[in-house]
């Protein structure tokens, strides 16, 4: 191999894209809560799957009609408790749920509240996955999981690095 033909085998490599080399995390089963009345505050829940040979963390969540933040629920002498997180943490080829009484998005400071049937654009960050977009279908305000015979929307990458 000449000169020319390795540098420009070194310049194709550089270029692609950093997300080619990591895997994603798979979001499966997102759901969230509708409000309740005129309320500007609801919740979203998710299984994230990591098929990564290495341990990944979600790290924030973004959406464009509000704020979102993540939360842990406890009880506490039969008081629920909810307190934010720094982090979700996901083991190597395995999964962290985001669901009620436990971990969850908590969005606040809506635009308007969230109504059964609509969607919510959530960017989640991830430390090695980077950014992944997902449209998060909006259930009754009374429901407990994610419908069983709904398919879950596709996740995006939000960019390439």
Known sequence: MNRRSLVAALIALAAMPAAAQTPQVA??????????GNSRIA???MTLRNPAAAPDR????ATTIGRAELHTMTMDNNVMRMRPVQAV?????GTAQLQ???LHIMLVD???PLRAGAQVPLTLRFE?????QVAVPVQPANATRAP?????????????P
């Not at 090695?128 to 992944?132: K, L, Q, T």
């Open 58 to 61: 979600l790290l924030s969540v």
């Open 110 to 112: 809506l635009r308007e």
């Open 128 to 132: 090695r996955a980077g950014e992944v």
């Open 27 to 36: 979001v499966e089963a997102p759901w969230a809560r509708a409000s309740v």
């Open 100 to 102: 009620p009484s436990g």
């Open 89 to 93: 943490d996901i083991p190597a080829g």
């Open 148 to 160: 069983a015979a709904a398919a879950s929307p596709p996740a995006t990458p939000a960019h390439q």
């Open 43 to 45: 919740v979203a829940y």
